[in-house]
C-alpha cells in the first residue's frame, strides 16, 4: 500500500521561499503522474500542480510563475519549490497521484505572515 509523507512546510514571511518535499513508498512511482494539492483554512482542498510520468508540468493560474514542481523517480520523490509566497498560499499542502488516488498522507502546513 502506497503511504505518502509531505514535509518542508513551515513559517515563512511573504515575500519568501519555501521547498516541499513528498516521499512515496511504494513501487512503480516512475510510471505515475503526481500532483501537489492544498487545503486553505475552511475552504476545500484544491490541485496546485502536478507532474505527468515523462516530467512534463501544469499548474494553477494563481501559482504559475512562482511555483514549480519536479520529480527525482530514483528517490521515490517529489517536490515543490515555492518561490515570491503570498499570504493566500497559506494552507495544508498535500501530494498524491494525478488524479488523487491513494490515501492522503498528513500533509504539510504552509504559513505566510504578512
Known amino acids: 500500500q502506497v503511504q505518502l509523507v509531505e514535509s518542508g512546510g513551515g513559517l515563512v514571511q511573504a515575500g519568501g521561499s519555501l521547498r516541499l518535499s513528498c516521499a512515496f513508498s511504494?513501487?512503480?512511482?516512475?510510471?505515475?503522474?503526481m500532483g501537489w494539492y492544498r487545503q486553505a483554512p475552511g475552504k476545500q482542498g484544491v490541485l496546485v500542480a502536478h507532474i505527468s510520468s515523462g516530467g512534463a508540468t501544469t499548474y494553477v493560474v494563481s501559482v504559475k510563475g512562482r511555483f514549480t514542481i519536479s520529480r527525482t523517480n530514483a528517490k521515490n520523490t517529489v517536490y515543490l519549490q515555492m518561490t515570491s509566497i503570498n499570504p493566500d498560499d497559506t494552507a495544508v499542502y498535500y501530494c498524491n497521484q494525478y488524479p488523487p488516488y491513494n490515501d492522503w498522507g498528513p500533509g504539510t502546513q504552509v504559513t505566510v505572515s504578512s
Open positions: 511504494g513501487s512503480s512511482f516512475s510510471t505515475y503522474a
